[in-house]
């Protein structure tokens, strides 16, 4: 299979779909690979490191789209790009289409093999989701400390707080993986940490690891109540499946919050936990509603793109050699956590979240494939 590792265009996004020791991996297995000349810059790979692993450069987005089938990235594609696709394309990345209308309908149109890392699952966990969660959980405390400083519009609290001074309190609500690693590293950070969860399960859990955190069941009364009292919020709320984020977080209750509080609204890829959140850039990440800092960037991870990108290739590749090895249709049929990471076929809607939010029409994978 000839394979394409383009280069990203998302704003700044410097993350590439695979390393150069993974790209030597499937040239071993026999399959042609073209990187596009650049792709890995931003994570620390020259074209050199790609050729000497046994790649093709291709020498812009045009000529790899052209000889490549099957094309793994990082991001969803860009309204540059679109032009790019065709029905021979199998599309392997994060897609978030919830959210995402025009592209849904660029997918569609265009017939393409849309496969999302976000909704490939086994069991109740989502493997290609998870590397990111945790780096932008991870994240997360670290980015709202520092827009805490009077400097950067915050409220002016030190969030491990000083000897006789209150540490600031910080809110995550969920317990998954990204808020995990968020309560993780405000624990280590120093801060006043409390995790809301609808479910008992993921606290406990938590709470073995990290027993200092306040653990807490969600109720609309508690929920309002720690909103308020909280000089960081990280929205970390994920709904397996593709959906969007609910709209937890209200106008009314950012009125309530404290002036210079920040919210990191970490699911702003699924429409953000903020009724006013709206995507981000790592250049400008912050805008300013009712006295509220919002960080919303919809790439966190791309801010530690060598990391990111050792991080996400070495959870995707063995799904990549799936795809490649054995087909695309058998690939899919014979593994039924990559057909749950199908969610556009041959013009066809396959997920049924992404398909009832854009009002489209809706079929299994598994009856398009069986008929």
Same mark, same amino acid.
């Given at each position: ?22 790209? /030597?991996?499937? !040239?071993?297995?026999? +399959?042609?690979?073209?990187? *596009?000349? @650049?792709? &890995?810059?931003?994570?620390?790979? %020259? ?92 994240? /997360?405390?670290? !980015?709202?400390?520092? +827009?805490?400083?009077?400097? *950067?519009? @915050?409220? &002016?609290?030190?969030?491990?707080? %000083? ?108 429409? &953000? ?99």
């Amino acid at each position: 299979m000839i394979i394409g590792i383009p280069k990203e265009v998302k704003t700044d996004e410097f993350r590439v779909g695979a390393t150069p020791s993974n790209v /030597a991996v499937l !040239v071993a297995d026999g +399959h042609k690979v073209f990187v *596009q000349s @650049g792709a &890995g810059i931003g994570s620390g790979f %020259s074209d050199t490191n790609y050729a000497d692993a046994g790649a093709n450069i291709a020498a812009d987005a045009k000529d790899l789209y052209e000889k490549a089938s099957l094309i793994v990235k990082v991001k969803e594609p860009q309204p540059s790009e679109y032009g790019f696709l065709n029905e021979k394309h199998t599309l392997f990345c994060y897609l978030h289409l919830a959210p995402a209308k025009e592209l849904t309908a660029v997918l569609v149109q265009t017939r393409v093999c849309a496969i999302a890392y976000e909704t490939v699952a086994v069991e109740n966990e989502l493997p290609l989701l998870k590397p990111m969660s945790e780096i932008a959980g991870s994240m /997360a405390p670290i !980015v709202g400390a520092y +827009h805490l400083s009077r400097y *950067q519009g @915050g409220e &002016g609290v030190l969030i491990c707080g %000083s000897e006789g001074v209150a540490a600031a309190k910080i809110l995550v609500i969920g317990a998954g993986n990204a808020g995990f690693n968020a309560a993780k590293i405000a624990t280590g950070m120093g801060a006043d940490v409390t995790v809301i969860n609808r479910t008992v399960p993921k606290l406990e859990e938590l709470k073995k690891i990290l027993p200092n955190v306040k653990a807490v069941l969600y109720s609309n009364e508690l929920f309002f109540e720690a909103i308020k009292a909280s000089d960081i919020v990280v929205g970390a709320v994920l709904i397996h499946g593709g959906a969007s984020a609910p709209k937890l977080i209200t106008r009314d209750m950012l009125k309530e919050m404290k002036n210079g509080a920040v919210l990191v609204d970490v699911t702003i890829d699924q429409g &953000g936990i903020s009724e006013v959140s709206h995507p981000t850039t790592h250049t400008n990440p912050i805008f300013i509603e009712e006295g509220v800092l919002h960080y919303c960037v919809a790439n966190m991870p791309g801010a530690y793109p060598k990391t990111s990108t050792i991080a996400l290739s070495n959870a995707t590749i063995s799904y990549v050699r799936k795809l490649a090895n054995n087909g695309i249709l058998q690939a899919i049929k014979n593994d039924a956590s990559l057909a749950l990471g199908v969610n556009v076929y041959n013009g066809v809607v396959t997920n049924r979240a992404v398909a009832e939010v854009h009002n489209l029409e809706f079929r299994e994978i598994e009856l398009i494939l069986e008929g």
